[in-house]
């Protein structure tokens, strides 16, 4: 029933899917731009009109608060420790262990890591897909045209410098709620 609410209410809005779901069982999937809080409720509502349910990291403390750490859990969010730096390094691996553990896993990362314009982005994305030998599925929300866009699965080849810059490249085409600080 919510699904059909949320489907509703986003085509009443305006917006559109371009792309399909990959057929796989295990993939990460990088959105860009993230410009604003607007974002989780454009990703959240089109991943139920497409019909899956990818998880996605949230701060632990999130997840401390009864209601939201109850939604949260309930739609796929898993909760991560961003205080310790020196964590990064076992947070990859972290979610690395989640690929080898399950069947099906599908995590969602926005690289560039904050709504504000990020200059470098945060490439633990990559460095788990390619531990995982999984590919990454690039997902981009267009505010311009109103559409979430689906590129095709492509496996990274561990040449991080060259593919990252690709990857950027890719979604300088895309219009974020917040132009000012999507990705240049």
């Known amino acids: 029933m919510i699904g059909k609410i949320l489907a509703a ?6 917006w559109k ?12 999937i990088i959105v860009a731009p993230h410009t604003s809080n607007w974002d989780f409720f454009v990703g ?4 139920n009109l497409i019909g899956f349910r990818p998880n996605f990291l949230a701060k632990k403390e999130l997840f401390k608060i009864p209601l939201i750490g ?3 859990s309930s739609i ?12 990064s390094t076992q947070l990859v691996q972290q979610v690395v262990d989640l690929y080898a553990e399950r069947e099906e896993f599908i995590m969602t990362i926005t690289p560039e890591g904050t709504r504000s314009y990020a200059p470098k982005w945060k490439t633990g994305f ?16 267009d505010y311009g045209t109103k559409t ?7 496996y990274p080849s561990g040449d991080l410098d ?16 917040n132009p000012e600080d999507g990705v240049r």
Request: net charge positive; aromatic share 16%.
């Open 9 to 14: 209410a986003f085509k009443t809005a305006g």
């Open 17 to 28: 899917v371009d792309g399909v779901k990959p057929d796989l069982k295990k993939y990460v």
């Open 44 to 47: 959240w509502t089109a991943r």
């Open 70 to 72: 109850w939604f949260l």
């Open 76 to 87: 796929g969010g898993v909760a991560v420790d961003r205080q310790n730096k020196k964590k």
């Open 126 to 141: 990559y460095r788990i897909a390619v531990d995982a030998n999984v590919p990454i599925v690039k997902i981009a929300f």
């Open 148 to 154: 979430v866009f689906i590129d095709k699965p492509f």
């Open 162 to 177: 060259k593919e990252l810059e690709e990857i950027i490249d890719y979604f300088r085409q895309f219009k974020g709620k």
